[in-house]
């Protein structure tokens, strides 16, 4: 049993920065690329941002130089530093990580419940 837990969504005004935090837990063995994902009213879900397991990030466009993605391998946790907001950027924020796990073979994705972020202007 794995479970993803995200936090630290809200509502906040343009301009302003919020951190989303992301913890694994459960029968993990390993964990290969964490990462953010959104979902915006009436769109599909989109890669934010994610980082591998030493460290190589990738960005979405929309979001290179006001977002950073970061880990700590130790605790499972993902991060996601989110500076400069824009109305555009509300969506609710799911987690994502490809792990495996102890006593099973291979690497599949898991999801957390997801975090709102409302930017209002």
């Known amino acids: 049993q794995v479970q993803l837990v995200e936090s630290g969504g809200g509502l906040v005004q343009a301009g302003d920065s919020l951190r989303l935090s992301c913890v694994a837990s459960g029968s993990i063995f390993s964990i290969n690329v964490m990462g953010w994902y959104r979902q915006a009213p009436g769109k599909e879900r989109e890669l934010v941002a994610n980082i591998d397991s030493v460290g190589r990030t990738n960005y979405a466009d929309s979001v290179k130089g006001r977002f950073t993605i970061s880990r700590d391998n130790g605790k499972n946790t993902v991060y996601l530093q989110m500076n400069s907001l824009k109305p555009e950027d509300k969506a609710v924020y799911y987690c994502?990580?490809?792990?495996?796990?102890?006593?099973?073979?291979?690497?599949?994705?898991?999801w957390g419940q997801g975090t709102q972020v409302t930017v209002s202007s």
């Open positions: 994502n990580a490809d792990l495996s796990l102890v006593h099973a073979y291979g690497l599949r994705p898991y």
